[in-house]
């Protein structure tokens, strides 16, 4: 029963970290947008809320992550090759949270240089990680 609670936190986290780094870079198309200093000024607070409030639910995440992989052993671990893939896209996934904390202090600085469409990307690109690693989760396979 433990490890099914485990399971239940780990992908409640997963869900809230992947809503807020969904929005933060839609956050930056407005900001990328937007004429007006004051309006400007708003979205950096709205972005840096927004960072530090889905960083938690990243660490805990991985925290229940981890302790997965610990109850269900080493010798699961090594034969979980599906699994080695999965934590490779996820280590992506971190690289592009931490990406967009660099975006947004960018921001923070007015000095950003990209434009609406460039956030626009960016907002869809970990859609498709996010979809291998739910199927590799799901299917564990290879």
């Excluded at 099914?4 to 992908?11: D, F, G, N, P, Q």
């Excluded at 992947?18 to 400007?40: D, N, T, W």
């Excluded at 690289?95 to 975006?103: K, N």
Aim: proline letters at 2%; zero cysteines; a positive charge.
């Amino acid at each position: 029963m433990l490890l099914l609670w485990i399971k239940v936190l780990h992908v409640f986290f997963m869900v809230a970290w992947m809503a807020g780094i969904f929005y933060l870079p839609r956050l930056f198309v407005y900001h990328a947008q937007s004429q007006s200093q004051e309006v400007k000024d708003q979205f950096k607070i709205m972005e840096r809320r927004l960072w530090f409030f889905v960083t938690p639910f990243a660490l805990l995440t991985l925290v229940f992550g981890l302790v997965l992989i610990y109850l269900y052993g080493s010798d699961w671990f090594i034969a979980s090759k599906w699994l080695h893939v999965k934590i490779t896209l996820v280590i992506l996934l971190y690289g592009y949270h931490f990406y967009l904390y660099r975006l947004l202090k960018i921001f923070a600085r007015d000095e950003n240089q990209h434009t609406a469409k460039f956030y626009r990307f960016l907002n869809e690109a970990p859609v498709l990680v996010l979809l291998a690693i739910i199927a590799l989760a799901i299917t564990k396979s290879w």
